[in-house]
């Protein structure tokens, strides 16, 4: 049984809208290329069902009601826009445009469910009415966000990795290294601070393992460190003991990754 909790105001949020201005500021501004490789191809795909989910979801920031996951026609979309399972753990320059292309998708579906609802608060997002829509979103959609913050997580460090190997694309780069740690530090929040089931935090803090594994290179030692802080914090905190375990075991990643 999940019960509801007050969510720290703004964490969330901020690690949305800066992700959210990241990509559409870091970002190839290129319409993605016809697919290719596999990463390509499985961003085409990730394309189209975000395009068919917005058609299924229309009206929902003002009806405050979104398509579930458990509706057979919707949970296939969203299984293909959130396939983490495909984001390669060590992509290249040329998927650049594709990676981009799919994060993007990942953060429209996403936001579909985290603003469900505000229109009734006047859109905009910096008020109360539309900061308490957005925290029972977080728990009437729980089951959608989690999957949403760990495709966000791995999408976002599969597009750095990939605008870093880009000789081209260095400027970018340069800008997109902080959200990085921000976007890390928003899911380390909401494991401790959003009142949810423990598999739910369990598996949010399974998804920051993984981050760490494939991308916790791309970060500075000052940042791997905020990142270890940050996560050893949370697990002093935590109520659920695996959590607490996972979350450690996220900065020993870290760390190990640092000496290695």
Same mark, same amino acid.
């Given at each position: 049984?999940?019960?509801?909790?007050?969510?720290?105001?703004?964490?969330?949020?901020?690690?949305?809208?800066?992700?959210?201005?990241?990509?559409?500021?870091?970002?190839?501004?290129?319409?993605?290329?016809?697919?290719?490789?596999?990463?390509?191809?499985?961003?085409?795909?990730?394309?189209?069902?975000?395009?068919?989910?917005?058609?299924?979801?229309?009206?929902?920031?003002?009806?405050?009601?979104?398509?579930?996951?458990?509706?057979?026609?919707?949970?296939?979309?969203?299984?293909?826009?959130?396939?983490?399972?495909?984001?390669?753990?060590?992509?290249?320059?040329?998927?650049?445009?594709?990676?981009?292309?799919?994060?993007?998708?990942?953060?429209?579906?996403?936001?579909?469910?985290?603003?469900?609802?505000? #229109? %009734?608060?006047? !859109?905009? *997002?910096? @008020?109360? &009415?539309?900061?308490?829509?957005? +925290?029972?979103?977080?728990?009437?959609? /729980?089951?959608?966000?989690?999957?949403?913050?760990?495709?966000?997580?791995?999408?976002?460090?599969?597009?750095?990795?990939?605008?870093?190997?880009?000789?081209?694309?260095?400027?970018?780069?340069?800008?997109?290294?902080?959200?990085?740690?921000?976007?890390?530090?928003?899911?380390?929040?909401?494991?401790?601070?959003?009142?949810?089931?423990?598999?739910?935090?369990?598996?949010?803090?399974?998804?920051?393992?993984?981050? #760490? %594994?494939?991308? !916790?290179? *791309?970060? @500075?030692? &000052?940042?791997?460190?905020?990142? +270890?802080?940050?996560?050893?914090?949370? /697990?002093?905190?935590?109520?659920?003991?695996?959590?607490?375990?996972?979350?450690?075991?996220?900065?020993?990643?870290?760390?190990?990754?640092?000496?290695?």
């Amino acid at each position: 049984m999940l019960t509801k909790r007050r969510h720290p105001k703004g964490q969330r949020g901020l690690a949305l809208r800066a992700i959210s201005v990241g990509a559409l500021l870091f970002g190839s501004a290129c319409a993605p290329p016809p697919p290719q490789s596999p990463v390509q191809q499985a961003s085409a795909a990730a394309v189209t069902a975000a395009a068919q989910f917005a058609t299924l979801a229309q009206g929902s920031a003002t009806s405050g009601v979104a398509p579930r996951a458990t509706n057979p026609t919707v949970g296939p979309l969203l299984d293909t826009v959130w396939n983490t399972t495909s984001l390669p753990s060590a992509p290249n320059a040329a998927d650049e445009r594709a990676l981009f292309a799919w994060l993007t998708a990942i953060n429209q579906v996403g936001k579909t469910y985290l603003y469900a609802g505000t #229109a %009734q608060a006047g !859109g905009d *997002l910096t @008020t109360p &009415a539309a900061e308490a829509q957005v +925290e029972r979103n977080m728990f009437t959609y /729980a089951p959608e966000l989690g999957r949403f913050y760990d495709a966000m997580l791995l999408g976002t460090g599969a597009d750095a990795a990939a605008t870093r190997a880009s000789p081209q694309m260095q400027p970018q780069w340069a800008q997109m290294q902080p959200y990085l740690v921000i976007i890390a530090q928003g899911n380390i929040a909401d494991i401790v601070a959003v009142n949810e089931a423990n598999d739910w935090r369990e598996a949010r803090a399974r998804t920051l393992i993984v981050y #760490a %594994q494939r991308f !916790g290179a *791309l970060m @500075t030692t &000052a940042q791997q460190q905020t990142l +270890e802080q940050s996560a050893q914090s949370a /697990a002093q905190s935590a109520t659920d003991p695996q959590a607490a375990a996972l979350l450690n075991q996220f900065a020993a990643t870290l760390q190990a990754g640092a000496h290695a």
